[in-house]
């Protein structure tokens, strides 16, 4: 073999893998979540969220309202809620199962709601059905059933 084939081929293997972790590094935030603007305001929003988990038989066992924990220690942002939502028959399937329970700290699932400087609202959430695909079937199938669920939760809300 050529060295000098030898080394162009080396060079072009680390170059381009250097290229691909730059552009995934880039990229990751848009990947790894979904950002939609919601077509209602922000109370709105929130209130429709609540509203359809629970007609899609979901529940919101906590509400985080990020802006007033962070003005009780003098910071003022512009409204930012982080809403979890459950559904309890698919987290038995996980929490049942102590070879599953590793996913628990991604669990409920949750979905913020946020105002912008430009006076829209923002909902957005962690990519669960890219992140499922890492998974065995059971995590996989779970979290693409919760996904799509929450889709659905959240179509009554997005634009």
């Given at each position: 073999m050529?060295?000098?084939v030898?080394l162009?081929g080396?060079?072009?293997l680390?170059?381009?893998?250097?290229?691909?972790?730059?552009?995934?590094?880039?990229?990751?935030?848009?990947?790894l979540?979904?950002?939609?603007?919601?077509?209602?305001?922000?109370?709105?929003?929130?209130a429709?969220?609540?509203?359809s988990?629970?007609?899609?038989?979901?529940?919101?066992?906590?509400q985080?309202?990020?802006?007033?924990?962070l003005?009780?220690?003098?910071y003022?942002i512009?409204?930012?809620?982080?809403?979890?939502?459950?559904?309890?028959?698919?987290?038995?399937?996980?929490?049942?199962?102590?070879?599953?329970?590793?996913?628990?700290?991604?669990?409920?699932?949750?979905?913020?709601?946020?105002e912008?400087?430009?006076?829209?609202?923002?909902?957005?959430?962690?990519?669960?059905?890219?992140?499922?695909?890492?998974?065995?079937k059971?995590?996989?199938?779970?979290?693409?059933t919760?996904?799509?669920?929450?889709?659905?939760?959240?179509?009554a809300?997005?634009?």
């Amino acid at each position: 073999m050529n060295v000098k084939v030898f080394l162009s081929g080396l060079t072009g293997l680390i170059l381009g893998s250097i290229a691909t972790l730059i552009v995934l590094y880039l990229a990751a935030p848009s990947i790894l979540f979904i950002e939609n603007e919601s077509r209602l305001g922000y109370s709105e929003t929130i209130a429709a969220i609540h509203e359809s988990s629970r007609a899609e038989g979901w529940i919101i066992p906590k509400q985080y309202k990020l802006d007033l924990s962070l003005a009780k220690a003098g910071y003022e942002i512009l409204p930012v809620s982080v809403i979890e939502l459950c559904k309890p028959e698919h987290a038995y399937k996980i929490l049942s199962e102590d070879e599953y329970r590793l996913v628990s700290s991604m669990m409920p699932c949750r979905v913020a709601v946020y105002e912008k400087a430009d006076g829209s609202t923002v909902v957005s959430r962690m990519n669960t059905g890219l992140i499922s695909r890492v998974f065995d079937k059971t995590v996989r199938d779970v979290m693409a059933t919760a996904t799509q669920e929450t889709n659905q939760i959240l179509s009554a809300v997005e634009r």
